[in-house]
């Protein structure tokens, strides 16, 4: 059933009739507007809004022969048909129905689409991005930080994930056992998990994590106790990003704009060593 949501009041100066005695609706028209109400309820409704063109061409076409009297006009036969109000909302319910179900079958078609896309892009993924905190006034979002990566990397396909979706990371990893994952700033929490799920833990780079953070500082040392190579940790000059977490780590180079531009462009840095 359509949800009528508009309501009219009642002019109690315009004449309402209804086309039969089972007929549960009244009609009345004013000012060359056509409006219905149950017989049970005050409340009047404009047909035009709120049915579907179709179904209000065809209640018209059938109302239009009687005049606000409910007397019908000398020039015209009565109708045997009536309008019933139920079958035009079942009817504008089954179109709304049938628009869902062909909108559910684009998305169908759409997420086939996708799948097609990220089984192809399986193949030649060069790298897997794990980023850092996007949500602050200054923060590059997960798309700029993969451009940033995808920049030293000739343009090769890379596959981003923000900082929280670990689960997304490790499916990546799963998906593309080939691939250098890199794990930048905050999602550098998860080194020691993710060195657990990579076979090959020399294509794992840990790219200056904050190591103010006990638990990052740990996954950190974690990993590189598991076999990740302690040149693949790159620091930047303050705890913040990452010096000191490890020894023999790779130093990520300053550049103008202070420390933040330079904590950024560590991930034009680490494209350059995969």
């Known amino acids: 059933m359509i949800r009528l949501r508009q309501l009219l009041t009642e002019d109690k100066n315009i004449k309402s009739f209804s086309t039969s005695t089972t007929d549960k609706y009244e009609y ?4 060359d507007i056509w409006y ?12 035009k809004k709120q049915l579907s063109k179709t179904n209000y061409d065809t209640a018209i076409k059938i109302l239009s022969k009687y005049d606000t009297t409910g007397a019908v006009k000398k020039d015209v036969v009565k109708p045997k048909e009536k309008p ?21 079958s684009d998305k169908s078609k759409s997420k086939s689409n996708d799948s097609k ?4 892009e399986t193949s030649s993924t060069a790298a897997i991005l794990m980023g850092g905190l996007d949500y602050r006034p200054g923060d590059y979002k997960i798309d700029q930080q993969k451009s940033l990566l995808q920049s ?13 979706d670990l689960t997304g990371v490790l499916a990546s990893i799963k998906n593309n056992p080939a691939a250098t994952v890199v794990l930048f700033s905050a999602g550098c929490s998860y080194a020691s998990t993710v060195a657990k799920a990579m076979a090959d833990k020399t294509k794992l780079y840990i790219v200056e994590p904050y190591a103010k953070s ?31 977490v490890v020894p023999g780590a790779t130093k990520t180079p300053d550049v103008a704009g202070g420390g933040m531009a330079s904590h950024w462009n560590a991930l034009k840095f680490v494209g350059k060593l995969i």
């Open 28 to 31: 009345k028209k004013e000012n």
């Open 36 to 47: 219905t109400k149950l017989k049970t309820s005050d409340s009047w409704l404009d047909m």
């Open 84 to 104: 019933n109000m139920l079958d035009i909302e079942k009817s504008d319910d089954s179109k709304s129905k049938s628009d869902d179900s062909k909108s559910k």
């Open 117 to 120: 896309s990220k089984s192809a």
């Open 152 to 164: 030293s990397l000739s343009g090769k396909s890379v596959i981003a994930h923000r900082y929280t």
């Open 214 to 244: 006990n638990n990052t500082s740990n996954a950190v040392q974690m990993a590189v106790n598991a076999g990740v190579p302690s040149s693949n940790v790159l620091t930047g000059s303050t705890s913040a990003r990452g010096l000191n």
